[in-house]
């Protein structure tokens, strides 16, 4: 079986490799993203990492000027996701697709669970 993890920052996604695989992982850059790679109980084993958030959430040109627009008006804008590093939503999409597995190995809290799954959702509705 092949998993795939995601981890939020480079330090843990080194961290998560060492311990599984008992400090023999090897890593490859793919396009700029490092992505390490070892095998654990005959699983194999790819594993990346975000950089924070690579989905930015703003608001169309026309709201830039937030002084030029109502408060009111903001609330109710539309919201306009850009990738910020397609590098890496690139090198998830092309692991993603080989997986049987993805494990959001993202920080412990609300925000690293939101880095995650956008993450893996943006991936997975851009490859269809």
Avoid: C
């Amino acid at each position: 079986m092949r998993k795939l993890i995601i981890t939020e920052k480079a330090n843990a996604a080194r961290r998560i490799s060492t311990i599984l695989s008992n400090g023999k992982s090897t890593s490859k850059s793919s396009g700029g993203v490092t992505v390490i790679s070892f095998t654990h109980d005959g699983d194999d084993y790819d594993v990346v990492s975000l950089r924070g958030h690579i989905i930015e959430l703003d608001y169309p040109s026309e709201y830039n000027d937030w002084s030029a627009s109502s408060p009111v008006d903001l609330i109710y804008a539309p919201q306009v996701k850009t990738v910020r590093v397609k590098s890496i939503l690139t090198a998830i999409k092309q692991l993603m697709g080989a997986a049987d597995e993805i494990i959001i190995a993202t920080d412990f809290d609300r925000e690293g669970e939101l880095i995650g799954m956008e993450t893996v959702k943006y991936a997975e509705a851009d490859m269809s």
